[in-house]
């Protein structure tokens, strides 16, 4: 959008469910890089991640969580 700080408003006012939240994640985390926020994008990243995971999902979430947003 070139505009990242209007991006994370409209990603997160959504609240996008089901199977296209993975990808709205995705594209906070994008969005929240490009605002210069590379912890709030990591774990963004790592949210949207950690659900698909066969192995260690849960430690991923967990470390996402206390990573908390910057």
């Not at 996008?16 to 963004?44: I, N, T």
């Amino acid at each position: 959008m070139g505009r990242p700080d209007e991006a994370i408003d409209a990603l997160r006012s959504a609240r996008v469910r089901g199977e296209l939240e993975p990808a709205a994640q995705a594209f906070l985390a994008l969005a929240l890089a490009d605002a210069g926020r590379p912890g709030a994008a990591l774990r963004a990243a790592l949210v949207a991640l950690a659900p698909h995971l066969m192995w260690y999902g849960d430690a991923i979430a967990r470390y996402a969580d206390e990573l908390g947003g910057d």
